[in-house]
């Protein structure tokens, strides 16, 4: 099992452009969830889907898309980066389950908007 | 009423102390209360979680402490060592409608053991 895995691992951007991360988890889980992490800003949710089709935005949604076509996939897209947007994102899965969410995280995408 | 608030923002011991890091929340429909461990440059991973109906939970040398009255719950690391420096994020999981549970994080910790 490979886990949550994502790519790339870093990237530079220019302010304006696009760009799409990508996540892929191998645990067939319903739940799935993209956030950024910012110095003493903790983990912030940026958007959310509990299955295949269903996605629904978190707290700090501006500026990013998301789609879910598959189980697997959930990618995020930064639609015109600004320098905003630099920080350190993850994506997780989890089956959402009551009284036992476990989330599995990526390693984790550093992206630099300059 | 979503917000766990976690204490303090960094800690430093000396090696074989036990550091004590501390979340409060306010929402009593909260079930499920992780703690998560980051070493730097990976993703966060599960270290340890508790259900409200139990008080205290053993797991290794970290222990939850839980105080539902209070909603207030702890992590304590039993002879902390060099290698559990880290950033520590507690958080808390509560229904979020279609059928999905969410995760709210505290702020995290950073915690360096001094040798």
């Known amino acids: 099992n490979a886990g949550v895995t994502q790519t790339p691992k870093f990237q530079v951007l220019k302010t304006g452009q696009s760009m799409t991360l990508q996540c892929a988890q191998d645990?067939?889980?319903?739940?799935m969830s993209w956030y950024r992490q910012d110095p003493g800003m903790g983990l912030r949710l940026i958007h959310y889907s509990v299955g295949a089709g269903i996605t629904d935005q978190g707290e700090v949604p501006n500026g990013y898309n998301v789609s879910r076509s598959t189980t697997e996939d959930f990618p995020l897209r930064l639609l015109s980066a600004a320098p905003s947007q630099t920080s350190v994102y993850f994506c997780a899965s989890s089956r959402g389950r009551r009284g036992e969410n476990i989330q599995y995280f990526g390693a984790g995408t550093r992206l630099s908007v300059l | 009423q979503q917000q766990v608030k976690q204490s303090p923002q960094s800690l430093i011991v000396q090696k074989g102390g036990i550091p004590i890091i501390n979340c409060a929340y306010e929402n009593t429909a909260f079930d499920y209360f992780p703690w998560y461990q980051q070493f730097p440059g990976k993703g966060p991973a599960l270290l340890i979680a508790?259900?409200?109906?139990?008080s205290e939970k053993k797991e290794g040398r970290f222990t939850i402490s839980f105080n539902k009255s209070a909603k207030q719950f702890s992590l304590h690391i039993m002879d902390s060592q060099p290698g559990d420096s880290a950033t520590y994020f507690c958080a808390a999981s509560a229904y979020s409608g279609a059928g999905s549970y969410q995760l709210t994080f505290g702020k995290g910790t950073k915690l360096s053991v001094i040798p």
């Open positions: 508790i259900r409200p109906d139990v």
């Open positions: 645990m067939n889980h319903e739940y």
